[in-house]
């Protein structure tokens, strides 16, 4: 069965009810792994209904060793700790590249930890956007995520361009939330020799909107224009095939659904096709010099094939540590069976917040879950803003973004059909 059946037919089942959602713990296979999570907890020591994990993941409980550990090698080892860590930090980066690999699909060479997720996109731009005369423009949402719109602006004025012109904002139909796909492809045919760039997010931050990055990839590279999209709300939340999907770079921050930690590292994808093309400019720094030669510290820079040739400095351990001890739970799940019981929680939650019904808020992410992860963007009537607040009062922990969104993400490494519950139960109590 697909989980899109699998969803489906689970709806017909759901009920409103706490001994439902506890049969439903009862019966995830995953439900163990919220056991190797901290949650946090209200004053009267009652954990907190965490569904924000789309904007700050929870920490993996071993994250306090893993940096621990780092923390004493240094104090034992000093500088050898570079060789002699019981992870040794020269190659420390290189523990995560099968994982990250695993977790958005693609091959070991494709991948990279590596700098923040902004600074990442830029980087790539630097390389796979190269506008000339004839093909200048880039395809971007409207309501993307401001970093990145802010990313492409300066891109473009970087390469002497008008944003106004340069910049090419995709908006929903009118009285639509989402965009359609095929309004999606029709602009990429539309722009066709001038387009430059496709540079999408591939879970929308604010409507939750999942793209089909395969026909989009296609489509761009069709009229000759290069794909690259943001992961922040897509690595590990859905179930990736990048390689496959033929985009051409991506990158993704690890402290949304990733739980590494605030501020933490990003990961970047470069398609293997590009991994050889050393005619490509990049902006270089000694990490992504050939491994071999870099410590003969010379002045001729010599790439290491693939994304690890992007690399600037030597990495954060502390950080990297961190993010290890997430990404080992997201290798012994496994991103379809994630995705699976995501689709399954997000399916309760909307299943409950339907049955709540009134007009006090309509849910914008698209009912389809093949358009969809594991976010509910819920556009509140009145007093928005008080309302997150109330929730919060009551241990209700969601994002909210101006002007009037609450954004829910229940995470299925961590989560459970209780807190969809007592979330949809709490918001029911206080609507009015
Ligand atoms: C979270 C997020 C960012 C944040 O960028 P940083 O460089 O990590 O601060 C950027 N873009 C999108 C789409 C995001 O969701």
Same mark, same amino acid.
């Given at each position: ?29 995953? =439900? ?27 920490? !993996?409980? @071993? ?20 060789? &002699? ?8 980066? %290189? ?23 902004? /600074? ?5 731009? /630097?390389?796979?956007?190269? !506008?000339?005369? %004839? ?5 971007? %949402? ?13 891109? =473009?004025?970087? #390469? ?78 859905? #179930? ?29 994808? /470069? ?28 002045? *001729?820079? &010599? ?12 990495? !954060? ?50 009912? &389809? ?13 009145? *007093?928005?803003?008080?309302?997150? @607040? ?18 829910? =993400? ?23």
């Amino acid at each position: 069965m697909t989980s899109q059946q699998t969803a489906t037919s689970m709806k017909t089942e759901f009920k409103n009810d706490l001994q439902f959602a506890l049969s439903m713990d009862k019966a995830d296979e995953l =439900a163990e792994f919220r056991k190797q999570f901290l949650i946090p907890k209200t004053k009267d020591g009652k954990e907190w209904i965490y569904m924000a994990g789309n904007s700050l993941g929870l920490q !993996p409980a @071993k994250v306090r060793d893993y940096i621990g550990e780092e923390l004493d090698d240094w104090a034992i080892h000093g500088v050898e700790g570079h060789w &002699d860590a019981r992870h040794p930090w020269l190659p420390y980066h %290189e523990n995560l590249t099968e994982m990250a690999a695993r977790l958005v699909g693609a091959k070991p060479i494709e991948v990279v930890i590596m700098n923040t997720l902004t /600074v990442n996109l830029h980087l790539m731009m /630097v390389s796979f956007y190269r !506008p000339t005369k %004839e093909r200048f423009k880039i395809i971007i %949402e409207a309501d993307a995520f401001p970093s990145d719109r802010y990313a492409v602006d300066s891109q =473009a004025s970087f #390469h002497g361009l008008d944003p106004k012109t340069a910049i090419v904002a995709l908006r929903p139909r009118e009285g639509e939330f989402t965009l359609r796909h095929e309004d999606i492809l029709a602009a990429i045919e539309k722009e066709g020799p001038s387009l430059a760039l496709v540079m999408l997010g591939n879970v929308n931050y604010l409507t939750g909107q999942a793209f089909d990055m395969k026909s989009i990839a296609a489509k761009a590279h069709e009229v000759g224009a290069k794909a690259g999209f943001n992961l922040a709300h897509g690595a590990g939340n859905l #179930h990736l095939h990048l390689h496959e999907d033929d985009v051409d770079f991506a990158v993704w921050c690890s402290y949304k659904y990733l739980n590494s930690g605030p501020g933490s590292l990003a990961g970047c994808f /470069v398609h293997e096709r590009h991994s050889k093309d050393f005619t490509l400019p990049r902006f270089a720094g000694w990490w992504g010099h050939d491994k071999k030669t870099r410590f003969q510290m010379g002045p *001729q820079f &010599d790439p290491i094939p693939g994304a690890e040739g992007w690399q600037l400095s030597n990495p !954060p351990i502390f950080q990297l540590a961190a993010l290890r001890a997430s990404m080992e739970l997201f290798d012994q799940a496994g991103m379809a069976k994630l995705r699976q019981k995501g689709d399954l929680l997000t399916a309760y939650l909307e299943f409950l917040l339907t049955e709540i019904g009134g007009d006090f808020f309509k849910l914008i992410t698209p009912k &389809d879950i093949s358009q969809r992860g594991s976010q509910l963007s819920i556009k509140l009537k009145s *007093q928005p803003k008080d309302f997150v @607040k109330l929730l919060r009062e009551r241990g209700v922990i969601c994002d909210f973004r101006e002007p009037d969104i609450m954004r829910a =993400a229940p995470a299925p490494l961590y989560n459970s059909f209780e807190d969809v519950y007592n979330f949809a139960k709490t918001v029911g109590e206080h609507v009015s």
